[in-house]
């Protein structure tokens, strides 16, 4: 079983940034392709951003490439999304993702088997 916990979400301005971090329990975090989400108030949960286990694939969504950044340390048995230049529409409850990892879409929400409880993100203009 793992558990993820994120934490960095709040309130800021547009054009500030912000670094979310999910830390991961158990000891098989090296095995574990992550991933990052995100739920806007009434709209469907999206894919962000995913690394691999190696942390030597990364993808993100077009709406945030550019701007922000997903990275692991598998010493910490940490992953992190730092986001650059937020802007209102980024605005929504960022989720923390785990799969032990596989050849499939690391974009697609339904290969991930744990999921972290969520952190706010509010962008006001």
């Known amino acids: 079983q793992v558990q993820l916990v994120e934490s960095g979400g709040g309130l800021v301005q547009a054009g500030d940034s912000l670094r979310l971090s999910c830390a991961a329990s158990g000891r098989t975090f090296s095995r574990l392709d992550m991933g990052w989400f995100r739920q806007a108030p009434g709209k469907e949960r999206e894919f962000v951003a995913g690394?691999?286990?190696?942390?030597?694939?990364?993808y993100y969504a077009d709406s945030v490439k550019g701007r922000f950044t997903i990275s692991r340390d598998n010493a910490k048995n940490t992953v992190w999304l730092q986001m650059n230049s937020l802007k209102p529409e980024d605005t929504a409850v960022y989720y923390c993702a785990a799969r032990y990892g596989t050849i499939a879409s690391m974009r697609a929400e339904h290969e991930y088997d744990y999921w972290g409880q969520g952190t706010q993100v509010t962008v006001s203009s």
């Open positions: 690394i691999g286990w190696s942390g030597g694939r990364t």
